[in-house]
């Protein structure tokens, strides 16, 4: 196994815990975020652009969830 496989191992099962998680914590949908944007690299990398794209968009809709969900739980 390369050095991008194990990359692409550690960034997809990232974004598998990190999304199974998301319920615990505002924080695991942040980390879930940053994960998506580790696996838009490794498709970019792996040469598959399309999985590339999809991840980048995956990432900036998790960003945003993240970022709603701490104004709700900071709100009254």
Do not use: K, T
């Amino acid at each position: 196994m390369d050095a991008l496989s194990i990359y692409g191992l550690f960034a997809v099962g990232s974004m598998l815990l990190f999304y199974a998680l998301e319920a615990r914590s505002a924080r695991y949908v942040l980390l879930f975020a940053g994960a998506c944007l580790a696996s838009a690299v490794y498709g970019i990398a792996a040469g598959a652009w399309p999985f590339g794209i999809v991840e980048s968009v995956w990432s900036v809709i998790a960003f945003l969830r993240w970022r709603r969900r701490v104004r709700a739980d900071s709100e009254p």
